[in-house]
């Protein structure tokens, strides 16, 4: 079976954006102190659950590319687009990949279970 092209783009483009997020809270934890810091975690906070739902939906996705499965690739799809409904000002950052997840979803074949006789 071919596996799609469109859906390893997406879940390698967003796998760099989650290492991006990871790295960019993590540091600024790090490198400030006091307010800065409070403020810095209220932020994280606030980002957590975009990020999670993105990380969620690289995984389905990574599922659905491995597996060659639809119903993994439109759970992932999904996920991104939840994620960009909870922090809208991100969503810039996953647009992209949620475009090339339902599109991925559209082109795949469905798994047709085989007839068996009685």
């Known amino acids: 079976m071919k596996k799609s092209k469109l859906l390893l783009v997406s879940w390698i483009m967003t796998g760099v954006y989650v290492v991006y997020l ?6 600024i934890l790090n490198n400030t102190t006091g307010a800065e ?7 994280g906070v606030i ?3 975009h990020a999670l739902l993105t990380f969620l939906g690289l995984i389905f996705n990574f599922f659905g590319w491995s597996m060659n499965k639809r119903g993994f690739a439109l759970t992932g799809a999904i996920l991104y687009s939840v994620a960009m409904l909870l922090f809208p000002i991100y969503f810039f950052f996953i647009l992209v990949q949620t475009i090339l997840s ?3 979803y559209a082109k795949m074949k469905p798994m047709i279970p ?3 006789s009685a």
């Open 22 to 27: 990871v790295t960019y809270f993590a540091s």
């Open 37 to 43: 810091q409070v403020g810095a975690g209220l932020a």
């Open 47 to 49: 980002v957590f659950p």
């Open 102 to 104: 339902f599109i991925a």
């Open 114 to 116: 085989s007839a068996q």
